[in-house]
């Protein structure tokens, strides 16, 4: 494993664990998981090195922080937990935003609890809440870190006023937010400000939701129910227009010996030592494909193929629907 640092002095596995599949929230979110298979894959992880697992309160809700709360127990040293807050959770789960400093103590609280420790190591805001200023809501970060309840701060998908803004009270050590060979608009503002402030990337859905695997060739591989047939870049008008920037990944994959998830990985690995991509995984073998891609090495020639097989801008389709887009670059 190779290892990377985030903000100014946190140092995790150049590759983070994305642990939401775990959460066997249901089919519709990258099938059932299996709880027995999601904790060997945690255990398997820490073996080969990684040291960076990410989860979320809303994840389950709760059932996500629990289960790697219960894997880590007697693995802790070294590793770098994070986890976000950033919604209201009602009976029947998220109900809305709610980034109130009460509710950031109050998911601090609940989220120690179930993940077993004393202190959080990152600890992001999951979706900026317009209705809270970002200064109450990072003072009250801040306030846990003075207690020793979190060590370092992040933010999720926030727009660049918003991460200066927050910055500015307290330093923030990583930006977690959706960028890939498909979804590259942050290139544009967000990560030359993230490199401006010295502000660690953490990208998720670093494979398309999958589609960059290369295992998806129609919508129809995608069970019934999967969330991803209302994706608008899986939709039947984009789906064939986005899979020939796969047929590029294969074609490089083929030629280094590798799957395609692990050429995707290597493109985001180079474009920076302050990136660190966490795939999302349930299974060992898709998670033991993925830590390979540290290694994998890309030529001149692979980089300028894969930036003009995927354009930045050019992804057939919104990367959210309507509901969703509202809430990202706030």
Not at 13 to 25: E, K, N, Q, T
Not at 90 to 115: F, H, I, M, T, Y
Not at 279 to 308: F, I, N, Q
Not at 309 to 327: F, I, K, L
Request: charge should be negative.
């Amino acid at each position: 494993m190779k290892y990377r640092t985030l903000g100014s002095n946190l140092t995790v596995s150049a590759l983070g664990v994305g642990c939401m599949p775990m959460a066997g929230i249901g089919k519709g979110m990258y099938g059932v998981a299996d709880e027995t298979e999601s904790i060997a894959t945690i255990h398997r992880a820490i073996e080969l090195g990684a040291t960076f697992f990410d989860t979320a309160e809303v994840y389950g809700p709760h059932v996500d922080e629990d289960l790697l709360g219960r894997a880590i127990a007697g693995k802790r040293e070294r590793l770098v937990i994070a986890t976000k807050f950033g919604f209201r959770i009602g009976d029947q789960g998220p109900v809305g935003v709610d980034s109130s400093p009460a509710n950031v103590r109050a998911a601090c609280e609940g989220s120690l609890k179930r993940l077993g420790i004393e202190t959080i190591d990152l600890f992001y805001q999951h979706r900026v809440d317009p209705n809270v200023p970002i200064e109450d809501t990072v003072g009250a970060m801040a306030a846990l870190v003075k207690e020793g309840k979190a060590r370092h701060l992040g933010l999720s998908e926030a727009g660049a006023d918003t991460i200066r803004r927050a910055h500015a009270v307290h330093p923030i050590a990583a930006l977690q937010s959706e960028y890939s060979l498909w979804e590259r608009t942050v290139e544009d503002e967000i990560l030359p400000l993230c490199r401006e402030l010295g502000i660690g990337f953490v990208p998720y859905s670093p494979l398309g939701r999958g589609f960059l695997t290369g295992q998806i060739k129609r919508r129809d591989d995608l069970p019934e129910g999967d969330y991803r047939r209302n994706d608008p870049r899986y939709a039947e008008e984009n789906f064939a227009l986005n899979l020939k920037m796969v047929g590029v990944v294969e074609e490089i994959a083929e030629a280094h010996h590798v799957s395609a998830a692990q050429i995707a990985l290597a493109w985001l690995l180079a474009q920076g030592d302050d990136i660190v991509p966490i795939p999302g995984t349930k299974r060992r073998k898709t998670m033991e494909d993925s830590m390979a891609a540290v290694d994998v090495v890309l030529t001149d020639d692979d980089l300028a193929e894969l930036d003009e097989a995927a354009p930045r801008g050019e992804t057939a389709g919104p990367r959210y629907g309507e509901r969703m887009m509202a809430m990202v670059r706030l």
